[in-house]
């Protein structure tokens, strides 16, 4: 069974920094898409990160130069470094995963998305000014 679990998450002030990890278990494929997305409340879901199993990354433009995604395959751990922090990043930080995907859709389909086929429980992030 697949299992993501978020950590990391907290409340800081404005321009501060957090590292969210992610530790996932329960799977063994070799292709896929992994990353985080984000609600704050009263808001839609904003697609925040992906990494595929190339390690190729992107990122939503309002993340982009501040935010970083990236993995340990020996750890079954992904992170997202967030510096620069602002207020209007407050929400709850999802971590998710698309697995057992062809090569075309690891291509064309691992970008900034609101939604994965698995997720975890999430971890607060708060960021006062």
């Known amino acids: 069974q697949v299992q993501l679990v978020e950590s990391g998450g907290g409340s800081v002030q404005s321009g501060g920094s957090l590292r969210l990890s992610c530790a996932i278990s329960?799977?063994?494929?070799?292709?896929?898409?992994m990353g985080w997305f984000r609600q704050a409340p009263g808001k839609e879901r904003e697609g925040v990160a992906t990494?595929?199993?190339?390690?190729?990354?992107t990122y939503a433009d309002s993340v982009k130069g501040r935010f970083t995604i990236s993995q340990d395959n020996a750890k079954n751990t992904l992170y997202l470094q967030m510096n620069s922090l602002k207020p209007e990043d407050t929400a709850m930080y999802y971590c998710?995963?698309?697995?057992?995907?062809?090569?075309?859709?690891?291509?064309?389909?691992?970008?900034?998305?609101?939604?994965?086929?698995?997720r975890g429980q999430g971890t607060q992030v708060t960021v006062s000014s």
């Open positions: 998710a995963a698309d697995l057992n995907l062809s090569l075309e859709s690891v291509f064309t389909l691992c970008r900034p998305k609101p939604d994965f086929g698995y």
């Open positions: 329960g799977y063994t494929y070799s292709r896929y898409c």
């Open positions: 990494i595929d199993s190339f390690g190729s990354t």
